[in-house]
């Protein structure tokens, strides 16, 4: 569980009280959904992070995109409300750069949010070479989260940030990566291997 959702659902539920106490049970009840879903959006499940030369997802959500770009290939993934949010590196090794940068809160499965919106542009560099994926903001996230900085050194997988209420994450390929995964198919952040390295 991610701090955050067990302090808004503390809040939450402290606000139902109120409105229980001074009104009726039955006009709180929003506030005790909203803390239910506040406790279920920031879950935190472990995960099983594959072995060997293989670069895993970043995020839990749908594949919205592969696409040639920048001499290598970009992966986009689309996050909704019920997906978990948390994020982590796709590689093992250096944080070399951390980037963030104000932009637009368009729909997060629009292909126009890879470069417009409100995002955090993170590069890892290590064994398995160079790859760089963005906490992309979107039409309702508005905070991006990231718990690392430059300098910190990673294993496969790791928990990086989070965005909060649905949101989008792309990955920069190189052209020495195969890509694993197609649009339309779901993946888990940590679990779901995304690209395979050719060399």
């Given at each position: 569980?991610v701090i ?5 659902a503390?809040?939450l539920l ?6 229980a ?8 009840l929003?506030?005790f ?34 696409k ?20 982590r590196?796709?590689?093992p ?21 890879s ?11 290590g ?10 903001a ?19 997988g790791e ?6 209420f ?8 190189g ?7 197609q649009?339309?198919?779901r ?13």
């Amino acid at each position: 569980m991610v701090i955050y959702g067990i302090y808004y659902a503390a809040a939450l539920l402290a606000g139902a009280g109120v409105v229980a106490y001074f009104t009726n049970w039955y006009f709180a009840l929003p506030f005790f959904i909203l803390a239910l879903f506040c406790l279920y959006f920031f879950r935190d499940p472990d995960r099983e992070i594959p072995p060997g030369p293989v670069a895993v997802s970043p995020a839990d959500g749908k594949v919205v995109v592969v696409k040639p770009e920048n001499g290598g290939q970009r992966i986009s993934i689309f996050l909704n409300v019920f997906d978990v949010h948390v994020n982590r590196t796709p590689i093992p090794g250096r944080v070399t750069d951390i980037h963030y940068r104000e932009g637009q809160f368009l729909v997060a499965s629009k292909e126009d949010a890879s470069h417009s919106n409100e995002q955090n542009v993170i590069t890892v560099e290590g064994p398995l070479g160079r790859i760089e994926f963005k906490q992309i903001a979107g039409l309702i996230a508005r905070r991006i989260i990231c718990y690392k900085k430059t300098g910190d050194v990673l294993v496969a997988g790791e928990r990086v940030g989070l965005i909060k209420f649905g949101s989008r994450v792309d990955v920069q390929l190189g052209p020495e990566w195969e890509v694993t995964v197609q649009v339309g198919q779901r993946v888990s952040a940590g679990s779901s291997v995304i690209a395979r390295k050719k060399w």
